[in-house]
Nanobody
Protein backbone atom coordinates (compact mmCIF):
# COMPACT_ATOMS: atom_id res chain seq x y z
CA UNK A 1 0.00 0.00 0.00
CA UNK A 2 1.44 3.34 -1.09
CA UNK A 3 1.49 5.69 1.85
CA UNK A 4 3.02 8.94 3.09
CA UNK A 5 2.88 9.54 6.83
CA UNK A 6 3.70 12.86 8.43
CA UNK A 7 4.84 13.23 12.01
CA UNK A 8 6.39 15.81 14.29
CA UNK A 9 3.49 18.19 14.61
CA UNK A 10 2.21 19.57 17.87
CA UNK A 11 2.27 22.71 19.98
CA UNK A 12 5.26 25.01 19.52
CA UNK A 13 5.92 28.34 21.20
CA UNK A 14 6.44 31.42 19.04
CA UNK A 15 10.10 31.75 18.20
CA UNK A 16 10.67 28.06 18.64
CA UNK A 17 11.53 25.35 16.15
CA UNK A 18 9.87 22.30 14.72
CA UNK A 19 10.90 19.34 12.63
CA UNK A 20 8.40 17.49 10.56
CA UNK A 21 9.03 14.09 9.01
CA UNK A 22 7.39 12.48 6.02
CA UNK A 23 7.92 8.73 5.84
CA UNK A 24 7.10 6.73 2.74
CA UNK A 25 5.95 3.14 2.65
CA UNK A 26 4.97 0.89 -0.21
CA UNK A 27 7.14 2.72 -2.73
CA UNK A 28 10.64 4.14 -3.18
CA UNK A 29 10.71 7.75 -2.07
CA UNK A 30 13.77 8.46 -4.18
CA UNK A 31 11.73 8.11 -7.38
CA UNK A 32 9.75 11.27 -6.53
CA UNK A 33 10.21 14.90 -5.76
CA UNK A 34 8.61 15.69 -2.40
CA UNK A 35 6.87 18.79 -1.26
CA UNK A 36 5.42 20.23 1.92
CA UNK A 37 2.16 22.13 1.90
CA UNK A 38 0.00 23.58 4.64
CA UNK A 39 -3.61 24.50 5.12
CA UNK A 40 -4.75 27.14 7.54
CA UNK A 41 -8.31 26.62 8.71
CA UNK A 42 -10.70 28.24 6.26
CA UNK A 43 -8.06 28.83 3.60
CA UNK A 44 -6.72 26.97 0.61
CA UNK A 45 -3.76 24.66 0.91
CA UNK A 46 -0.52 26.51 0.12
CA UNK A 47 2.93 25.45 -1.00
CA UNK A 48 5.69 25.53 1.63
CA UNK A 49 8.77 23.78 0.22
CA UNK A 50 9.87 21.14 -2.26
CA UNK A 51 12.94 19.06 -2.95
CA UNK A 52 13.95 17.15 -6.06
CA UNK A 53 14.53 13.40 -6.14
CA UNK A 54 18.24 13.60 -5.37
CA UNK A 55 18.00 16.83 -3.37
CA UNK A 56 19.83 19.00 -5.89
CA UNK A 57 16.93 21.39 -6.45
CA UNK A 58 15.03 23.01 -3.59
CA UNK A 59 12.32 25.64 -3.47
CA UNK A 60 10.64 27.53 -0.64
CA UNK A 61 7.63 29.76 -0.33
CA UNK A 62 8.53 33.34 0.51
CA UNK A 63 6.66 33.02 3.80
CA UNK A 64 9.14 30.43 5.12
CA UNK A 65 12.30 31.20 3.16
CA UNK A 66 15.32 31.85 5.34
CA UNK A 67 13.94 30.01 8.36
CA UNK A 68 13.12 26.63 6.85
CA UNK A 69 15.15 23.71 5.54
CA UNK A 70 13.80 20.81 3.55
CA UNK A 71 15.98 17.73 3.33
CA UNK A 72 15.69 14.08 2.48
CA UNK A 73 17.25 10.75 3.35
CA UNK A 74 16.37 8.42 0.51
CA UNK A 75 18.03 5.49 2.27
CA UNK A 76 15.49 5.95 5.07
CA UNK A 77 12.63 6.81 2.72
CA UNK A 78 12.05 10.01 4.66
CA UNK A 79 11.85 13.74 3.97
CA UNK A 80 12.15 16.40 6.65
CA UNK A 81 11.05 19.99 7.09
CA UNK A 82 12.90 21.99 9.72
CA UNK A 83 11.42 25.36 10.60
CA UNK A 84 12.78 27.88 13.06
CA UNK A 85 11.54 31.22 14.42
CA UNK A 86 8.00 29.96 14.06
CA UNK A 87 5.12 32.41 14.20
CA UNK A 88 1.44 32.05 15.07
CA UNK A 89 0.67 32.38 11.37
CA UNK A 90 2.58 29.12 10.79
CA UNK A 91 -0.27 27.34 12.56
CA UNK A 92 -1.75 24.92 10.04
CA UNK A 93 -2.11 21.31 9.04
CA UNK A 94 1.08 20.36 7.23
CA UNK A 95 0.98 17.82 4.43
CA UNK A 96 3.71 16.16 2.44
CA UNK A 97 3.15 15.09 -1.13
CA UNK A 98 5.05 13.09 -3.74
CA UNK A 99 5.15 14.13 -7.36
CA UNK A 100 7.19 16.00 -9.94
CA UNK A 101 8.93 19.34 -9.79
CA UNK A 102 7.69 21.82 -12.35
CA UNK A 103 8.99 25.24 -13.27
CA UNK A 104 6.68 28.14 -13.97
CA UNK A 105 7.99 31.64 -14.57
CA UNK A 106 11.31 30.62 -13.06
CA UNK A 107 9.72 29.26 -9.88
CA UNK A 108 9.97 25.62 -8.89
CA UNK A 109 6.86 23.99 -7.50
CA UNK A 110 5.65 20.48 -6.90
CA UNK A 111 2.95 18.91 -9.03
CA UNK A 112 1.65 16.36 -6.50
CA UNK A 113 0.58 12.84 -7.36
CA UNK A 114 -0.42 11.71 -3.88
CA UNK A 115 -0.60 13.07 -0.36
CA UNK A 116 -0.10 12.20 3.25
CA UNK A 117 -2.88 12.64 5.80
CA UNK A 118 -1.37 15.73 7.44
CA UNK A 119 -0.06 16.71 10.85
CA UNK A 120 -1.30 19.65 12.91
CA UNK A 121 1.17 22.34 13.94
CA UNK A 122 -0.01 24.95 16.43
CA UNK A 123 2.19 27.91 17.27
CA UNK A 124 1.00 29.49 20.48
CA UNK A 125 2.23 30.56 23.87
Amino acid sequence: QVQLVESGGGLVQPGGSLRLSCAASGFTLGYYAIGWFRRVSGKEREFVAAISRAGAAIAYADSVKGRSTISRDNAKNTVFLQMSSVKPEDTAVYYCAAGDLVSAAGTLRLNPSFWGQGTQVTVSS
